[in-house]
Nanobody
């Protein structure tokens, strides 16, 4: 059974930092592209950043470039999101995602964590 367990969320003041972690089990971690998404109430889930199987990072959300860094540790089956200089607008639930793409997208394997809440107070 695949499990993605996020941790590290919480309440911080504007300008502070947090590091989110996502520990994966039940899958071959190293062959999955890992990602972090964020979702505000009533809004769609949005991609923040991904890190592929070669540890190449891509920050998809322009609002976090230069402040957020995604990384992975295949020895610990864990992906991280370092978040710096947090403004209140970064308040969201952050979700971990694991994706293994197949030649036919119909057979992609995608898993989600249950999310961790980040609250940034002004």
């Amino acid at each position: 059974q695949v499990q993605l367990v996020e941790s590290g969320g919480g309440l911080v003041q504007a300008g502070e930092s947090l590091r989110l972690s996502c520990a994966a089990s039940g899958l071959t971690f190293s062959i999955y592209t890992m990602g972090w998404y964020r979702q505000a109430p009533g809004k769609q889930r949005e991609l923040v950043a991904t890190v592929d199987t070669d540890s190449n990072a891509n920050t998809a959300d322009p609002s976090v470039r230069g402040r957020f860094t995604i990384s992975r540790d295949n020895t610990k089956n864990t992906v991280y999101l370092q978040m710096n200089s947090l403004p209140p607008e970064d308040t969201d639930v952050y979700y971990c995602n694991a994706l293994q793409r197949a030649l036919n997208p119909k057979y992609d394997r995608r898993y989600w964590g249950s999310g961790t809440l980040v609250t940034v107070s002004s």
